[in-house]
């Protein structure tokens, strides 16, 4: 699975949209973008995934760049709730069994600490 | 969350003593994962499990087993072997959308 970078640590204020960026500049055609959030204590949750189209759901919006290298998670109106520390994820999907692996690798992703 | 059990949420033993951490889940999900996580760190892949009877060692697999019998339970042994313990351990479950428990925190004393 390729690496990804990300910043540490990233401040928002209430109500104004956070932008999350992370580097995968190895990633592979087959590779997908995963985000997760972490609140303090929690077991990881699930945000959003893609492969090179942009992507929106309920929790937020990612953004690919057209040579895959880069990608922007979105969340549009940030709350204090959305206080978490934030991965990005490159993973390769496969539907086989035995030699495949859909492994998760997580790095330490972003602090982000919404403001009040 | 959503299904994926773990138990306990606290866990303390003395040192040298084997222990069991309990994963569970109700999603009819063949994949399974364990992970571990130290302050401040991100979650590193202890054992993972894409079907019945099947597992594979993660990243940090010393000092701990696992096992698949039935496809809901996947079971982590911490045992005397492991040098370091004390972490917070996460179960997951999913193939394209992974899903995680809500954590047992373990302390070795």
């Known amino acids: 699975d390729a690496k990804t970078t990300q910043p540490t640590s990233m401040d928002c204020a209430e109500g104004r949209a956070a932008n999350l960026p992370c580097n995968h500049s190895?990633?592979?055609?087959?590779?997908?973008v995963y985000w997760y959030r972490q609140i303090h204590s929690q077991g990881p949750q699930y945000i959003i995934h893609?492969?090179?189209n942009n992507e929106t759901n309920e929790m937020a919006s990612l953004i690919i760049t057209e040579d895959r290298k880069s990608s922007t998670l979105i969340l549009p109106h940030a709350t204090l709730r959305d206080t978490a520390v934030y991965y990005c994820?490159?993973?390769?999907?496969?539907?086989?069994?035995?030699?495949?692996?859909?492994?998760?690798?997580f790095g330490t992703g972003t602090l982000l600490a919404v403001q009040p | 969350d959503g299904g994926i059990t773990q138990s306990p949420k606290y866990l303390f033993r003395k040192e040298g003593q084997n222990v069991t951490l309990s994963c569970e889940q109700n999603?009819?999900?063949?994949?399974m994962y364990w992970y571990r996580q130290d302050p401040g760190q991100g979650l590193r892949l202890i054992y993972y499990?894409?079907?019945?009877?099947?597992?594979q060692k993660g990243d940090i697999a010393e000092g701990y087993s696992v096992s698949r019998e039935k496809k809901e339970s996947f079971p982590l042994t911490v045992t005397s072997a492991q040098k370091n313990p004390t972490a917070f351990y996460l179960c997951?479950?999913?193939?394209?959308?992974?899903?995680f428990g809500q954590g047992t925190r373990l302390t070795v004393v």
């Open positions: 997951a479950t999913g193939r394209t959308e992974a899903f």
């Open positions: 994820i490159v993973r390769g999907v496969s539907m086989n069994y035995g030699g495949a692996t859909n492994k998760l690798i």
């Open positions: 999603l009819n999900h063949d994949a």
């Open positions: 190895t990633i592979s055609g087959n590779e997908y």
């Open positions: 499990s894409q079907i019945v009877n099947d597992f």
């Open positions: 893609g492969l090179k």
